[in-house]
């Protein structure tokens, strides 16, 4: 079972898993695709009878644009007492690198989140990863206003191809528990400037890069290095390739 089946990660790591040989159902709260059931996170409807005899389940679902504390912290302790405990060998959380250490509301969320899956008594892995390579061209895009790009200046990011983190899941899932935490990257470090430079290169010509510095904790924590891993195995594609296509 895939929570999240149909979001930016969920679409790529759904097939992969059918390729490998899994039987692969797909939760979501339309039950969309081939595989979908219905399941509602955010209040319980369903889960029961979409987890039913589920033997591993990926918990990808997420809801950063809305209420994280009701469908990533809530959610998760539904999704934790709807489970098939008789049946489930293995729950593979997907959270984000950071959670720990960046003072966001989303990642604080995200935090409580794997604390509920540790304090189920599951046999759990908490998977971590850092920013898709969609997702940070979408926020460069997001930020361009005009002819000028505004980039943080001393931040440091380890973005990583969406392909090779469903690659990496679907290694975990047959892997078998942990109990803790592991943490997924990019093959490469980057600037957030340099970055942001090469995404102009290819994707607006015309645009100034303008580094600009971020005061408070969130600046500070991410130019100490909050958004990267501190261990863990790397993807292989890199910004680069990404952004050649």
């Known amino acids: 079972m895939v929570t999240g089946g149909t979001g930016r990660l969920g679409r790529v790591l759904v097939p992969h898993l059918g390729e490998e040989g899994h039987r692969v159902r797909q939760m979501s709260r339309r039950g969309a695709g081939p595989g979908g059931v219905r399941g509602d996170l955010a209040t319980g409807r369903d889960l029961r009878p979409a987890l039913a005899g589920a033997e591993v389940v990926v918990h990808a679902a997420s809801d950063p644009r809305g209420d994280p504390w009701e469908v990533d912290v809530a959610g998760t302790r539904r999704l934790v007492e709807a489970v098939d405990r008789s049946r489930l060998t293995h729950l593979v959380h997907v959270s984000i690198v950071g959670v720990d250490r960046v003072p966001l509301g989303y990642y604080r969320a995200k935090y409580a989140a794997e604390q509920v899956l540790l304090a ?3 046999p759990v892995t908490l998977v971590r990863i850092t920013q898709f390579h969609g997702f940070v061209d979408e926020l460069l895009g997001t930020a361009r206003r005009g ?40 093959p490469e470090e980057l600037s957030v400037v340099d970055l942001a430079r090469s995404w102009a290169a290819v994707r607006a010509p015309a645009a100034r890069v303008v580094p600009t510095p971020v005061p408070g904790r969130l600046g500070a924590a991410l130019r100490e290095g909050g958004a990267l891993p501190r261990r863990g195995d790397h993807g292989r594609r890199t910004w680069a390739e990404h952004l050649r296509g």
Not at 161 to 183: Q, S
């Open 120 to 122: 189920s008594g599951l």
């Open 147 to 186: 002819r000028l790009l505004p980039v943080p200046v001393g931040w440091r990011v380890r973005p990583v191809d969406v392909a090779d983190a469903a690659g990496h899941l679907a290694g975990r899932v047959t892997a078998g528990p942990t109990g803790g935490v592991v943490e997924f990257s990019g």
